[in-house]
């Protein structure tokens, strides 16, 4: 079974990597593959109870691809790390089937009490580069967390999280999360903004009119005349 996840996993590597041109450049190459490789073989040590063993295997993996998963850890089928520098999957972490992470994630904890203290990741999901997701929540399937945010709450299936603190701007099913050439794609936080002023527009526009007309009914014509008096009987 092991043996069958290794193989998978470097052709997962082929198909999700264009720059992958065969499994040999794969298996030799890419620190991704190796470091979930000998994640296979020491999760696999870690459950027969040769834990010792498992968590110095894991260390020298670190050392040498600058990838750290945790033994304990559970890990799905189809699992591809992109780069992989600085990535930290820690050890109560639960990751489903067909998860795309790019470097610098981290799967950590908030806490130092034993017990699960790590995020479950669902099934489906692509965690952008340097994303951080914090404590034992839930990352709901067919979601993708942006690049750079810090998730610290439970998030919904099909959802789209960005920022910090990692916030939903998008939830529920689409036929574009479908697609697979949409499937690497973030919406753009600035462009998220200027679009959530332009929504305000109109209603700031209506403010300001209703303003202009409490400062002529009460004879106001030059803003720079109000006084603290005419300033407490507008609010009044």
């Known amino acids: 079974m092991m043996f069958r996840q290794i193989k998978?996993?470097?052709?997962?590597?082929?198909?999700?990597?264009?720059?992958?041109?065969?499994?040999?450049?794969?298996?030799?190459?890419?620190?991704?593959?190796?470091?979930?490789?000998t994640y296979r073989v020491t999760h696999w040590l870690w459950g027969i109870g040769f834990k010792f063993i498992a968590?110095?295997?894991?260390?020298?993996?670190?050392w040498?691809?600058?990838?750290?998963?945790?033994?304990?850890?559970?890990i799905g089928k189809r699992f591809f790390i992109d780069h992989g520098m600085g990535v930290v999957i820690g050890e109560t972490s639960e990751v489903g089937d067909n998860v795309?992470?790019?470097?610098?994630?981290?799967?950590?904890?908030?806490?130092?009490?034993?017990?699960?203290?790590?995020?479950?990741?669902?099934?489906?999901?692509?965690?952008?580069?340097?994303?951080?997701?914090l404590g034992p929540i839930k990352i709901g399937c067919n979601t993708k967390i942006g690049s750079g945010s810090v998730v610290l709450q439970n998030v919904p299936e099909y959802s789209t999280v960005i920022g910090v603190p990692g916030r939903v701007v998008f939830s529920g099913i689409s036929s574009d999360l479908e697609d697979d050439d949409e499937t690497e794609s973030f919406p753009d936080p600035v462009a998220r903004a200027i679009e959530c002023m332009l929504d305000r527009l109109p209603k700031m526009e209506k403010e300001i009119r209703q303003l202009k007309e409490t400062l002529k009914d009460n004879g106001i014509t030059d803003l720079s005349s109000i006084d603290e008096t005419a300033r407490k009987k507008i609010s009044g």
């Not at 052709?11 to 190796?34: F, M, Q, S, T």
């Not at 968590?55 to 670190?62: A, E, K, P, V, Y």
């Not at 009490?113 to 965690?127: A, E, F, L, M």
């Open 8 to 37: 998978e996993d470097i052709a997962v590597a082929l198909e999700k990597d264009p720059a992958a041109r065969n499994a040999l450049e794969v298996l030799i190459l890419y620190p991704g593959v190796h470091a979930l490789v």
């Open 55 to 62: 968590r110095t295997l894991s260390q020298l993996s670190r």
């Open 64 to 74: 040498v691809t600058g990838i750290e998963i945790h033994p304990a850890a559970i």
């Open 100 to 133: 795309f992470v790019y470097q610098g994630v981290t799967l950590g904890g908030l806490a130092t009490k034993k017990g699960k203290r790590h995020p479950t990741i669902s099934n489906d999901v692509v965690i952008g580069a340097g994303a951080k997701i």
